[in-house]
């Protein structure tokens, strides 16, 4: 009887909130584990939300949000804390209060979780140091140039490394809170949160953050964005940097430099990238033979698709598309 007590005594979630953080970045997964409770039967999770002063707090929406917990001492009983992100970040970056607070609470806790650019702030604490992580995917370069004993994913939606987690971007934290909820609870009580919120029962960490066809969006108009563009419609086609630099009427040398400089990631790396994702959504929309995908994209060959996807997705293509494939997958609406 003390035993099942104890499983199923309240877990506490506290999520740290400041000045001008993302609403959904909080909202999202806290209304996840809250709502975890109908389903699991009893109260599985207390969630509360801890700042540097307790009271209500403005985020860059313009909403207010309430924060029950003031931070300074280590609070005991903290299972699973996370940090919030959005444009307050770099404020609570140069807060020492809130760092040093961090560092010293994080080893009591048996999770520690970031959504979106929050994990900027878990990086700034030196929680992060040695670890994979990621974080939105415009701050994937701020994150490796500054914390450079960060081993920074710029792919997943979310990353776990031993008991630190951290997500790409604001909907990725639901992703990631509806993952811990199936690590405590189960996979029946994740699928009917699922269901609830009308959310991907499996989207993975495995699956991309990144889009090249975004990427080509915000490059500077000119020579290296239409070619992007070109790329993203002739994947087929030999694109390495010989032939997309004559197709630019440039020299090899300083076409990669250019395209380095605008595009903010090699030719080679944005290829590669824009294969993937475009056998990413040809193997989650379609039944297409693995083979055929391969060939069709410019893979060559299976073998490259999948040690492809194995780099940067993490999964082999049989394994994405068991868990995104849309026709039959368990994606679920109400």
């Known amino acids: 009887m003390a035993a099942t007590a104890r499983r199923k005594a309240p877990r506490q979630i506290v999520m740290l909130v400041y000045a001008q953080a993302h609403l959904?970045?909080?909202?999202?997964?806290?209304?996840?584990?809250?709502?975890?409770?109908?389903?699991a039967g009893y109260r599985a999770y207390d969630v509360a939300l801890a700042a540097a002063a307790t009271g209500l707090i403005e985020t860059s929406s313009g909403l207010q949000i309430h924060a029950v917990r003031r931070i300074g001492r280590v609070m005991a009983g903290i299972d699973t804390l996370l940090v919030a992100g959005g444009i307050g970040i770099d404020a609570q970056m140069q807060d020492r209060r809130i760092v040093n607070w961090l560092r010293r609470q994080a080893p009591h806790c048996r999770r520690v979780a970031s959504v979106c650019s929050g994990a900027l702030l878990l990086a700034e604490a030196g929680l992060l140091d040695g670890r994979r992580a990621v974080t939105h995917w415009e701050r994937c370069d701020r994150?490796?140039?500054?914390?450079?004993?960060?081993?920074?994913e710029r792919d997943p939606i979310f990353v776990r490394d031993g008991k630190f987690y951290s997500s790409a971007?604001?909907?990725a934290g639901m992703d990631l809170a509806l993952a811990l909820i199936e690590e405590d609870l189960g996979?029946?009580?994740?699928?009917?949160l699922a269901r609830e919120f009308v959310l991907y029962m499996r989207r993975?960490?495995?699956?991309?953050?990144?889009?090249?066809a975004l990427k080509a969006q915000t490059t500077t108009p000119g020579k290296i964005a239409s070619l992007q563009a070109w790329i993203l419609d002739h994947l087929h086609l030999p694109l390495?940097?010989?032939?997309l630099a004559a197709r630019a009427a440039m020299s090899p040398r300083h076409f990669a430099r250019r395209f380095l400089d605008e595009a903010g990631m090699t030719p080679a790396a944005f290829v590669a990238a824009a294969r993937v994702d475009a056998a990413r959504q040809a193997l989650a929309d379609g039944s297409e033979n693995i083979d055929i995908v391969a060939a069709r994209l410019g893979f060559g060959s299976a073998e490259?698709?999948?040690?492809?996807f194995q780099r940067h997705l993490a999964v082999t293509p049989s394994q994405f598309r068991s868990n995104f494939q849309t026709s039959g997958a368990e994606y679920v609406a109400s």
């Open 24 to 39: 959904l970045d909080i909202s999202g997964p806290m209304s996840l584990f809250a709502a975890a409770n109908d389903f």
């Open 143 to 152: 994150m490796a140039a500054d914390y450079p004993g960060i081993t920074v």
């Open 169 to 171: 971007g604001i909907s």
């Open 187 to 192: 996979v029946a009580v994740a699928a009917d």
């Open 204 to 212: 993975s960490g495995g699956q991309a953050q990144f889009s090249p």
């Open 240 to 243: 390495g940097v010989d032939e």
């Open 304 to 308: 490259r698709l999948r040690r492809s």
